[in-house]
């Protein structure tokens, strides 16, 4: 690892546990590069993470880190934003910790418009558990739970975010790291809810099961999958079908929630003297 | 020969593939095991492509200090 890095990261926990081309790795050095390139003081932010071997990323990120319950990243990390906002907050988070038992959180940390940077790993399956599918799994994908291709329909994360309130929305994948380290960075600087889906990959619970190859061909998938949205804006329909985009999908500031809680106090303060 | 352009962390490789699979100068291959090695130093091109995408950091590629 570059020296410049090393200092974000616990050096003495590795290798970590993630198994040999997770997407997890290349996800987490991309937040850790974002964090560096921002300039923000070490000692001020705090990483928040649920359950899922994407949610073991902090344990291996030199900062104050919180592990906590399956779903539950967003209720902790809110806690920690009200009771102390100078703090710069990361929600480290996978497809199940934050839409399937997580998803009431989500939805509603969103609508307050809370300053929080989420960084969801995106490997549409329940990765630790061996391969459940999830609310992020493709229709007719194959996982343990669904063994005759998944009946359901997935969430489209960022429409969903924007429509509960995210004021900043995103989303790279491990592939196009560059791309993710400046979205990460934008929602850095937003201040209020910064989602960003950042595309991942699983080769043992996921890729296996569907055939796709080893890790170099989910990557290989990503890069041909992914289309930027500033190219996509030039595109007749056909040409996006089975495609999503990336890049910077939304970005409307508004009043933030830990912001309105301490002017409301300041009112009811002065309101008793 | 150019100075050594890479340092690998070999304790950390977990033989993934994705480093060689993605390098554009060929400059690196997989041993028996699919770990890692120098094949061909003089044609990297320092563009880190293997570094960035290597999950599980094994990978510094060297550049000069500007
Ligand atoms: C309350 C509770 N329910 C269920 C579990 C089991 N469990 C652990 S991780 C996980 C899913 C993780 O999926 P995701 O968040 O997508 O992370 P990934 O492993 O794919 O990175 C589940 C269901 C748990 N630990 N706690
Ligand atoms: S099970 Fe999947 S998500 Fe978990 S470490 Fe292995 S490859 Fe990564
Ligand atoms: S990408 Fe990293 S872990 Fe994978 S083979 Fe290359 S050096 Fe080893
Ligand atoms: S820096 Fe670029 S050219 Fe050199 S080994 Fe890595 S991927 Fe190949
Ligand atoms: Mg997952």
Not at chain 1, 67 to 82: D, I, S
Not at chain 1, 178 to 200: H, P, V, W
Not at chain 1, 234 to 256: A, D, S, T
Request: charge should be positive.
């Amino acid at each position: 690892m570059r020296p410049e890095l090393q200092k974000l990261f616990r050096m003495d926990k590795l290798p970590h546990i993630w198994c040999p081309g997770c997407g997890h790795g290349i996800i987490t050095r991309a937040i850790a590069e974002a964090i560096n390139e921002s300039d923000l003081d070490l000692d001020k932010t705090v990483i928040v993470s649920g359950i899922g071997c994407s949610s073991r990323a902090p344990g291996y990120m030199h900062f104050d880190t919180l592990h906590t319950l399956h779903g539950r990243a967003l209720a902790f990390a809110t806690g920690v934003k009200l009771a102390n906002p100078e703090l710069n907050v990361f929600v480290l988070t996978g497809d199940g910790d934050a839409t399937a038992i997580g998803g009431n959180h989500f939805i509603h940390a969103a609508r307050r418009n809370i300053d929080l940077n989420i960084i969801l790993f995106n490997n549409n399956i329940y990765g630790m558990t061996g391969g459940q599918y999830s609310p992020l799994t493709p229709t007719g994908k194959i996982a343990s739970t669904s063994p005759y291709g998944n009946p359901e329909n997935n969430f489209d994360i960022p429409a969903l975010a924007i429509a509960a309130g995210a004021s900043y929305v995103a989303r790279g994948t491990a592939f196009h790291d560059k791309l993710l380290i400046d979205c990460i960075k934008e929602g850095i600087k937003n201040k209020g809810f910064s989602l960003i889906e950042a595309m991942s990959m699983c080769p043992t619970s996921y890729g296996r099961r569907n055939k796709m190859g080893n890790a170099a061909d989910m990557l290989n998938d990503l890069k041909t999958t992914a289309v930027n949205i500033n190219v996509a804006k030039k595109l007749p329909p056909e040409k996006l079908e089975g495609k999503f985009l990336i890049g910077k999908l939304h970005h409307k500031p508004y009043p933030e929630f830990t912001q309105e809680y301490d002017k409301l106090i300041a009112k009811l303060q002065k309101g008793a003297e | 020969m150019v100075e050594k352009p890479l340092d690998i962390d070999q304790k950390l490789c977990k033989g993934c593939g994705i480093c060689y699979t993605l390098c554009p100068k060929k400059a690196i291959k997989g041993d028996e095991k699919g770990k890692v090695v120098v094949d061909n130093p003089d044609l990297c091109s320092k563009c880190g492509i293997c570094e960035s995408h290597c999950p599980d950091y094994a990978i510094f590629v060297r550049r000069e200090k500007k």
